[in-house]
């Protein structure tokens, strides 16, 4: 089974809409990562989230675009806001399991195209 | 901050030997890793190896770490056609309150049967 099962696998959304990921780890764990993989590019980390307070945004992306819920120690949840084509990209969440080294693992990632 | 940085792409023959390079960016990394990406899938962890080692193999896989030049490589032995995919380095960032795992720009591997 999927150490982390990540929801929607794909989507096509309307301009100005909101979509919301979810990401559910099988194990408790203090940090969760989401990332934007935009067409043909690396992946960019777009916050870190820690149960109990606020997300920690990188540079180039805010909350009010890309809200994140963490509400225990094993689901969070990313929504895109207010979508444009431009955020038509991969999605993955990620974090280190209980008992697997310093792997970071990730989700399947979720497939958004927005017309 | 400043970009992992990977050649774009690299193609092989079946059989032979792959190396793909990486040069990372932070000196206090304590892991780096190495993923693979095949089309349309998710992310695999193939390995990582801890800074204070040169050298780590894991049965196909030998990773080499150069810290003085902040250079990390992959080697694939006996390379297959199944190892086509998109190859990225990654290394562990201090985020203050948390470390983060930082991409490289990834690498195209083609292998020509």
């Known amino acids: 089974s999927a150490v982390i099962s990540q929801k929607p696998s794909r989507d096509i959304c309307q301009r100005g809409t909101s979509l919301t990921i979810q990401c559910q780890v099988d194990s408790q764990v203090t940090m969760m990562f989401w990332y934007r993989q935009q067409p043909g590019q690396s992946l960019t980390l777009i916050a870190t989230a820690n149960q109990g307070s606020e997300a920690t945004y990188e540079s180039g992306f805010v909350i009010d675009k890309f809200p994140i819920s963490r509400p225990n120690l094993t689901f969070s949840t990313l929504t895109v806001s207010n979508m444009s084509p431009e955020d038509s990209s991969i999605y993955l969440c990620s974090a280190v399991p209980p008992g697997r080294g310093y792997g970071y693992t990730f989700g399947s990632g979720t497939r958004l195209t927005v017309v | 901050g400043e970009d992992v940085e990977q050649s774009l792409f690299l193609s092989v023959r079946e059989g032979d030997s792959s190396v793909i390079n990486c040069t990372y960016t932070d ?54 056609t199944g190892d086509s995919a998109i190859y990225f380095c990654a290394e562990i960032r201090d985020g203050g309150a948390t470390n983060k795992l930082i991409f490289g720009t990834g690498t195209l591997l083609a292998v020509q049967p």
């Open chain 2, 27 to 80: 000196s206090s990394s304590t892991y780096l890793y190495w993923y693979k990406q095949e089309p349309g899938a998710g992310l695999q962890l193939l390995t990582y190896i801890f800074s204070n080692m040169d050298m780590k193999q894991d049965q196909r896989l030998t990773v080499l770490l150069n810290k003085k030049d902040k250079h990390l490589s992959l080697r694939i032995a006996d390379t297959q």
